[in-house]
Every structure is written in structure tokens, then in C-alpha cells.
């Protein structure tokens, strides 16, 4: 199998990456939060429509829940896809997935920074390569307690894992939405340069 050589026909991969997009711009952060009575998520912390910004309102069933339906859209823009048109066109929809999550045209281009939906994507392409990649993510939270470090390191794992143990189009996919990872982190990697980024669990102030 060649890299750039996908076995999807142009309207195939067209249909897979609207699909993605419109299910992963769904913005369930915020629907979550304004639901449970914790305000518009957009005020408060980073602003991001996210699972991670959602916990810093307090509000745990918002926030586990934002992470359960953010995951799954990326798992269902990917499955539907593969099913639809087949394996390469599930890999367009997850980078549609992604990229409708990271800036979705409802919110004026600007949601959630990808982690749940990432973990989404990956469960539904290589479910061995998610949980290594969790596990990865979960250690560095658990040492650095910084959600953003955490996903920029994932981001930079995930992309080997992916070349080791899948195929080269995913290996293609996890190095494309890496770099979305870094585009949706550049205030948090100033934040992580100047010591100044929050921890995760602490409550925070109107963004």
C-alpha cells in the first residue's frame, strides 16, 4: 500500500469528509453545560467547547458526559464512512471528525482542542493503538496534571504508534491531525513556555 494511494473514489471521500465534519462539529460541550445549569462554556477558562473545559466548571456529569459523546462522534463519523465507502474513506471522516470538532462553522470556528474525539477516531480505526495511546495520555496527566501537555504529547505519539502497529494511512491521518493538535494548543503551548497554563480539576474564572 503506496501513502497517498487511497482506494475511495473523489465523491466517496467528498461525503465521508462532510459527514465527519457535521457530526464532529456538533457542540456537545456546550450543550452539556447550558443543560446541567453551568452557563456557556465559550466564558469560562479557555473558552473551549471541550470535555476538559467543561470539568473546570465543577460539573463532573457534564463533563463525563461532553467526553462519552465526543468520543463516540468520532468513533460514528468513522464507522459510517468505512461502512459506506470503505476503510480509507473512514480515515477522511475522522479527519473530518476532528477538524468539525477543532472548528466547527456553527461556533465561529472555534470548539474544543480534540481529545475526546481523537480517542474516538482511534477506538473506531485501531482500538489497540487508542488504548495505548490513552494510557500514554493518562500517565502524563497523572505526573504533570496538565490536560494540554498530555494531548501534545499524545499527539506526537500517536502518529508512531500508528506507523509501528497500523498502516501507513493511519500513520498519515494521526501526523495530519497532530498537526491540528498543535494549531488548537498555540495558547496553551505559550501558557505551558511561561508556566502559566491551569491544572486540570481547578475550578476557573470567566475566559
Partial sequence: MHLFDFSVTLKG?????????????????????AAFGAGDIRRIG?????ATNVLRTGNYAAA??????DAAKGAIAVGLARYAFGPDA????????????LFPVWLGFRGGKGIAVSLGILL??????????????G??????????????????AAPVYMWL???????????????????????NI?????????????KSAAA
Avoid: D
Fill in 13 to 33: 471521500a467528498g461525503l465521508s469528509l462532510l459527514l465527519g465534519y457535521l457530526l464532529g462539529s456538533v457542540p456537545f460541550g456546550l450543550l452539556f453545560s
Fill in 46 to 50: 479557555s473558552g473551549s467547547t471541550g
Fill in 64 to 69: 463525563a458526559l461532553t467526553l462519552l459523546f
Fill in 90 to 101: 473512514g480515515l477522511i471522516a475522522g479527519f473530518g471528525a476532528f477538524a468539525g470538532h
Fill in 124 to 137: 473506531a480505526i485501531n482500538w489497540p493503538i487508542a488504548l495505548l495511546s490513552l494510557a500514554t495520555w
Fill in 139 to 156: 500517565v502524563m496527566l497523572a505526573l504533570f496534571r496538565i490536560s494540554s501537555l498530555s494531548a501534545l504529547v499524545v499527539a506526537i
Fill in 165 to 187: 502497529w497500523s498502516t501507513p494511512h493511519a500513520a498519515l491521518l494521526a501526523v495530519l491531525l497532530a498537526v491540528l493538535v498543535f494549531i488548537a494548543h498555540r495558547a
Fill in 190 to 202: 505559550a501558557r505551558l513556555l511561561n508556566g502559566t497554563e491551569p491544572r486540570v480539576g481547578a
